[in-house]
């Protein structure tokens, strides 16, 4: 069964920082794109950051340039989203999804719609 699976949500402080995980299953990542993707209560999803695990290209949202890395472990089967600097306005449900080849990290992070396999979400809050 494909599955991805992700982890690492919590409640932080403006300023604090989260890794999150998606682990892949039923799969191997190798040559897909993997973005994160992230939705806040009455706000439309928002893809936050991708990446090819072929060739490390990626993509960021302007809102998050400078302050949140993405990274692959093939070998983990698995995606990383480092998150430095953390703002109330990240907090949201965040999701992984998978885009088999080909595909373009920009296009997939923009126009998400058309991805197939997700995770079932992690939640970030960040709050004073």
């Known amino acids: 069964q494909v599955q991805l699976v992700e982890s690492g949500g919590d409640f932080v402080q403006p300023g604090e920082s989260l890794r999150l995980s998606c682990a892949a299953s039923?799969?191997?990542?190798?040559?897909?794109?993997i973005g994160w993707f992230r939705q806040a209560p009455g706000k439309e999803r928002e893809g936050v950051s991708c990446?090819?695990?072929?060739?490390?290209?990626?993509y960021y949202a302007d809102s998050v340039k400078g302050r949140f890395t993405i990274s692959r472990d093939n070998a983990k089967n698995s995606v990383y989203l480092q998150m430095n600097s953390l703002k109330p306005e990240d907090s949201a449900v965040y999701f992984c999804a998978a885009d088999p080849p080909p595909f373009s990290v920009s296009t997939m992070c923009i126009m998400s719609d058309s991805l197939d396999v997700w995770g079932q979400g992690t939640l970030v809050t960040v709050s004073s």
């Open positions: 990446i090819s695990t072929s060739d490390g290209n990626t």
């Open positions: 039923g799969f191997t990542l190798d040559n897909y794109g």
